[in-house]
């Protein structure tokens, strides 16, 4: 009963806050934003903008207006929709419209400005991965997605489909002539959103050999970041997994033919100890966080230690019955001459 009510207090406390009529808004650096009121204004006095306890348009707005937004603020004495025009970095915040006509109305608009490009690299011929929003949308919500400037929406590649609860853009079957800019642009009553992803088509599956009963690292040669999750597989089945954000690193290993032969080191890449034959074949790493997608492949083979030394003894065979072939061939022209 005390838990039931402690969480109804937080909802209300949240409800308070928020608001049902307050708009989520997440844009990149330089961007124009339109806030919209969604009214029709008489008089302009009606109503106001506040940004972090400053009045900045409407009434009496020359004379508060953030230093910050000078020259880059638009409002429209129609509908009240203010436009606020190359958004950076430090115009984050909340922004409060009030209306004091007929009635009084407010509305938040909950405002992040992203100056990251969201990062993906994949493999080609086969691999599918997803775009994503990180957030819920509703079903009349306008979703534009682009790449190199044309528009996904019509579903031109038959590959590619978007989410219609989250958003996203799911691409399967991926291939070269797909790397380039993806854009999202989801405008509805209560979000307002773009993101840029940069995707890279990659289709390089690096090779490693190692003894069976020795030791190998499959080495990721990128630089991890704080928060990123590495997620390693085998033959598609996860082996090995590890959120770096997690202090102490905990390692989460559900395959039991791994079980303590495989170890994640702090550059996020994977050990493998006691190696055994059966251990050949595709190795795959997810490494993600917010801001970045990169999958990688390895193609190990593991050799027992007699088979190495024959295909040794056979390799130097051949090399041996070459050069001598050579110097034969040589001697021959000698006595010719």
């Known amino acids: 009963m005390l838990c039931l009510l402690l969480l109804c207090c937080v909802s209300l406390l949240l409800a308070d806050v928020l608001g049902a009529n307050d708009v989520t808004v997440s844009m ?3 961007d124009d934003v339109t806030l919209p009121s969604q009214y029709v204004i008489n008089n302009d006095n009606d109503q106001m903008w506040w940004f972090e306890g400053k009045i900045i348009a409407g ?6 207006t953030d230093e ?3 020259g880059r603020l638009e409002l429209n004495r129609q509908t009240g929709s203010l436009t606020i025009r190359n958004i950076s970095i430090k115009d984050t915040g909340v922004y409060t419209w009030h209306f004091m006509g007929s009635r009084e109305e407010k509305k938040n608009f909950i405002v992040t400005v992203n100056d990251q490009v969201y990062k993906v690299s994949v493999m ?3 691999d599918s991965f997803s775009l994503p929003t990180d957030v819920q949308i509703q ?10 400037g044309t528009d996904l929406t019509n ?13 996203e853009l799911n691409i399967t079957n991926i291939r070269a002539d797909k790397s380039g800019e993806y854009e999202v642009k989801i405008d509805g009553r209560s979000l307002i959103l773009h993101r840029t992803f940069n995707v890279y088509i990659n289709d390089k599956v690096m090779s490693k050999s190692g003894m069976e009963e020795k030791s190998i690292t499959l080495n990721i040669d990128n630089e991890t970041q704080a928060d990123d ?10 082996i090995a997994k590890v959120y770096r954000r997690i202090s102490p690193l905990s390692l989460h290993k ?13 550059f996020g890449s994977l050990i493998i100890n006691d190696l055994k034959i059966e251990d050949t074949g595709l190795y795959d790493v997810n490494i993600s966080n917010s801001n970045r997608f990169i999958h990688k492949r390895f193609s190990l083979t593991v050799t027992d230690e007699q088979n190495h030394w024959k295909t040794a003894g056979i390799i130097l065979i051949v090399v041996g019955v070459i050069e001598l072939g050579i110097i034969m061939i040589n001697r021959k022209q000698i006595f010719r001459c």
Not at 139 to 148: C, G, S
Not at 254 to 266: A, G, Y
């Open 68 to 70: 910050r937004l000078n």
């Open 124 to 126: 080609k011929g086969g």
């Open 28 to 30: 990149m650096m330089g």
């Open 59 to 64: 009434s009496s707005h020359s004379k508060h």
């Open 254 to 266: 559900p395959d039991e033919r791994f079980s303590d032969r495989v170890n994640i080191d702090l």
């Open 139 to 148: 079903p009349d919500d306008v979703k534009v997605w682009t790449f190199n």
């Open 155 to 167: 579903g031109i590649f038959s590959n590619m489909n978007v989410n219609h609860q989250t958003g």
């Open 229 to 238: 999750v590495i997620e390693w597989k085998f033959k598609n089945t996860l």
